[in-house]
Nanobody, 123 residues
Framework: QVQLAESGGGLVQAGGSLRLSCAAS????????MGWFRQAPGKEREFVTF????????YYADSVKGRFTISGDNAENTVYLQMNSLKPEDTAVYYC????????????????WGQGTQVTVSS
């Protein structure tokens, strides 16, 4: 059974940092792209970033570029999202997801999802 388990969310003041983790299990993800999405109340789920397991290439949404960093530990089958200089508009539930399609930012292309972790940034 495939599982993606996020952790690391919480409450932080604007300008602060958080590190999210996503532990993957149940299959080999070597040919997959691991992504992070977020969904704020009343808004659609939006793409944040992805990393390709095979070559480590990454891609970021403009809204987080320069502030967030995605990384992966192949040995631990874990993906991390380091979030710095957090803003109140970063407040959302953050989801980890996996897709067999390289380079996609569309949620519909991701077929495995975690349960989400809440990130709240106070002003």
């Amino acid at each position: 059974q495939v599982q993606l388990a996020e952790s690391g969310g919480g409450l932080v003041q604007a300008g602060g940092s958080l590190r999210l983790s996503c532990a993957a299990s149940g299959r080999t993800f070597s040919n997959y792209v691991m992504g992070w999405f977020r969904q704020a109340p009343g808004k659609e789920r939006e793409f944040v970033t992805f990393i390709a397991w095979d070559d480590g290439s990454t891609y970021y949404a403009d809204s987080v570029k320069g502030r967030f960093t995605i990384s992966g530990d192949n040995a631990e089958n874990t993906v991390y999202l380091q979030m710095n200089s957090l803003k109140p508009e970063d407040t959302a539930v953050y989801y980890c997801a996996a897709s067999p399609s390289y380079g996609t930012t569309k949620a519909s292309a991701y077929n495995y999802w975690g349960q989400g972790t809440q990130v709240t940034v106070s002003s």
